[in-house]
Each structure stands twice: as C-alpha cells, then as structure tokens.
C-alpha cells in the first residue's frame, strides 16, 4: 500500500491521495457517517446490545469510507466483514481459519473495488475512487491496482482505530461526569 510506505517511488501517489482525501468535502463525510450510524443503530441496537455496540464500532468507518469509495449501499455490510477478515489475516499471530478467511475477503474486496473502478474509469465521477483514479494519473500512476489497493487501505486502516476511537470516547464519557454533562444531551 502506497500510503504506508515512504520510499521515493511512493511519494508522488503518497501526495495524490492527500489531495483526493482533501478534495471530499467536510459537510459530506459529517452527513455520510450521520447516516451510517443511523442504519447502523436501527440494524444493532448497540445502546442495548454489547455485541451490537462493538459491531457498531467496527463496521462505521468501513460503511462510511466505502460509501465515499463508491461502494453500493448493498454491500457496504459484506464490505464491512471482508475489511474485519482481511484485518485479522494480516496481522502476526493470526490462525491458519483466520488466514484463510482473510484471503477469501481480499479476494472479495480486490473484485469490489476492480469493478468500481472499472465503472469510474474515463468520468470526473463524484466519488473517493474516481478522484483517487484522477490524482493518480495527475501524478503519472495510471496503475488501477495500486489504487484500488490504497482505497481498501483506507478503510483497514481505519477500521480499528475507528473502534478505538469509539471505545476509548465512551470510556472517557462512562469515567467522567464533566464531560457526560458537557456533550450528552
């Protein structure tokens, strides 16, 4: 993944990806994860359910940033579990099931995000993948793989430093009265 490596031949589509990121709008990725976690809510409960609020927590920054991609809204909860099995799978330690599970979803994700790029390619387009497509060729990286490797990137990356920011904020809420009374209504 481009994003996570410095080396010279990186840098050019390492500066495009901050372009592309720059380029989405703030309001945008504010109302996309509003109406993520709405769906979300309805589907997990996750004020009642402790399964359902780690769910939550894990499937939100997938559902959104794939949103943003292009991903269809059908797909965004088969997008989230391959992003968790791909997740597992590459980190030390994992099972040979979690390996295993791991390389049916990149294989899944790979194929997702080939056909929108596939269905981005030659348009403007008014999606992440499409300005990572168009500030990849503004700096001479016509390769689809690589960016279609750093879309997904971008969403296991931010899968669980998302829950993490999840958990860790209501853990500080639970912990301390002055910030409950401060930003929970």
Known sequence: LVRMNDGAGHCPFSN??????????????VAESRRQARTLTEELTPANDLLGLTEFSFRLSTRVIG??????????????RWV??????VFPGGS???IKHGKAAARDLLALFRESYRSCEGSSGDNLMATLAHEGARVGCVDAEVVIANGIGLMSQAYEATA????????????RAELRNRFVA
């Not at 495009?16 to 990725?29: G, K, Q």
């Not at 949103?67 to 989230?80: F, K």
């Open 164 to 175: 993490g920011l999840i958990g860790n904020t209501l853990l500080a809420l639970a912990s």
């Open 16 to 29: 495009s990806i901050r372009a592309a990121l720059t380029s989405v709008e703030p309001h945008r990725v």
């Open 96 to 98: 040979p099931e979690q």
């Open 84 to 89: 968790g099995e791909f997740v597992r799978c």
């Open 67 to 80: 949103s943003l991609l292009g991903v269809p809204q059908n797909l965004l909860n088969h997008t989230a």
